[in-house]
C-alpha cells in the first residue's frame, strides 16, 4: 500500500490556499521550516492528521507553537526514510547536496527548505529535494510544493506541484 506525502516549506507565514487542498488529499505532511506561524501547520490538514515539521533560520524569530520544533526530523515510510532539515547549515544560499547525503546518508530522501527554489535532484543517492517556497514570499514564479508517493513494492514517485501567482487565490 502506498502512502502519499505532501511537502512544502518557506511559508513565511501564509501557506496558499490550493496548497491547503492538495495536503488534504494525502496521507502525512511535511513542512521543511520558515513556517512562521502556528496557523500554517494548523492549516495542513492531511488525511492522517499527521504534520511533521521542523524549524527553518526564520522560525527562532516567530511564534509557532508551544513546543520547540526540531531542527532535524527523521521519518520511517514504507520502503524508506526521509529524513527533513531546513538546510541553512549546508550553505547559505545553497546548501550543499553533498553535505546532505554525507550528513544523512542512511535517508531514501533528504527533504530541505531555505532556497525558495524547487529542486528534485536523483543524480546519486540518496535523493535531495526542495519543494519550494509554499506561500507568496519569493516564490519564484508561483507557490510550489512536491508529493511523494512512498511504497515498499514500487520505486518512489515525486511529483512537482506549480501554481501561477497569477491565478486567484482560493
Not at 487542498?21 to 513556517?35: K, M, N, P, S, Y
Request: hydrophobic share 35%.
Amino acid at each position: 500500500m502506498a502512502t502519499t506525502v505532501a511537502v512544502v516549506s518557506d511559508t513565511h507565514a501564509f501557506l496558499d490556499p490550493r496548497i491547503i487542498e492538495l495536503i488534504r488529499e494525502c496521507d502525512i505532511a511535511i513542512h521543511a521550516g520558515d513556517i512562521c506561524g502556528a496557523d500554517i501547520l494548523e492549516k495542513m490538514q492531511p488525511k492522517t492528521g499527521k504534520v511533521i515539521a521542523v524549524t527553518g533560520n526564520n522560525d527562532p524569530y516567530c511564534h509557532i507553537t508551544n513546543k520547540k520544533l526540531p531542527k532535524v526530523l527523521s521519518v520511517d515510510l514504507p520502503g524508506g526514510k526521509i529524513t527533513i532539515e531546513h538546510g541553512h547549515v549546508h550553505g547559505a544560499h545553497q546548501p550543499c547536496h553533498d553535505s546532505l547525503r554525507n550528513t544523512h546518508s542512511d535517508a531514501k530522501v533528504i527533504i530541505y527548505g531555505h532556497t525558495h527554489k524547487q529542486v528534485i535532484d536523483k543524480s546519486s543517492n540518496p535523493w535531495v529535494v526542495n519543494p519550494g517556497a509554499a506561500g507568496n514570499t519569493r516564490n519564484h514564479g508561483g507557490p510550489s510544493c512536491l508529493v511523494i508517493t512512498c511504497s515498499e513494492d514500487t520505486e518512489w514517485k515525486i511529483e512537482k506541484f506549480r501554481f501561477s501567482e497569477n491565478e486567484p487565490n482560493i
